[in-house]
T-cell receptor, first 116, second 109 residues
């Protein structure tokens, strides 16, 4: 399996622009997670899905952030409008089972977002 | 809210020395704990997963211990190599994964 695939690897945009990050989870994994990593706050869980349904979006920082999972093999994280403080590395991860399980989490390589 | 702390934040050792990385957490009601490795510009790779009922888990040169009652885990890496240079993060699972900030390890040849 190719692992969790994220695109783009790098995104540079100007403040106010819409940004869309994409993720393809490992085939057969029922759980998909979006994380954000910054030097100040470390790794933060933004939202996660189970069988394409959003389960917990309490980590989404503001209404400017939205995430969708239209099918089992694709998810997007959208920021509209983007702000400089959104600059971070955004990771997508997937697992076979979520919550209280012993299934390991598999991460993509991340998208480095810079908002100027 | 679960707080996960990793000390030290950075560590530099000569090749061949054993590494000891520490992780502490505030709420001992966890289901399991994972140790991850992160290389620069890359995602995280799961190294070891310890169930709450276990005391330790081993994989090759890596050994992780867990003392749930005291809220501590330690990752030991034996006979370190330059290829072990990376950031190591621990994450506790109490339904959600909460990550520590990581320990950045440099192994000098």
């Amino acid at each position: 399996d190719a692992g969790v695939i994220q695109s783009p690897r790098h995104e540079v945009t100007e403040m106010g622009q819409e940004v869309t990050l994409r993720c393809k989870p490992i085939s057969g994994h029922d759980y998909l997670f979006w994380y954000r990593q910054t030097m100040m706050r470390g790794l933060e869980l933004l939202i996660y899905f189970n069988n394409n349904v959003p389960i917990d979006d309490s980590g989404m920082p503001e209404d400017r952030f939205s995430a969708k999972m239209p099918n089992a093999s694709f998810s997007t994280l959208k920021i509209q409008p983007s702000e400089p403080r959104d600059s971070a590395v955004y990771f997508c991860a997937s697992s076979l089972v979520g919550g209280l399980s012993d299934e390991k989490l598999f991460f993509g390589s991340g998208t480095q977002l810079s908002v100027l | 809210k679960q707080e996960v702390t990793q000390i030290p934040a950075a560590l530099s050792v000569p090749e061949g020395e054993n590494l000891v990385l520490n992780c502490s957490f505030t709420d001992s009601a966890i289901y399991n704990l994972q140790w991850f490795r992160q290389d620069p510009g890359k995602g995280l790779t799961s190294l070891l997963l310890i169930q709450s009922s276990q005391r330790e888990q081993t994989s090759g040169r890596l050994n992780a211990s867990l003392d749930k009652s005291s809220g501590r885990s330690t990752l030991y890496i034996a006979a370190s190599q330059p290829g072990d240079s990376a950031t190591y993060l621990c994450a506790v699972n109490d339904y959600k994964l909460s990550f520590g900030a990581g320990t950045t390890v440099t192994v000098r040849a």
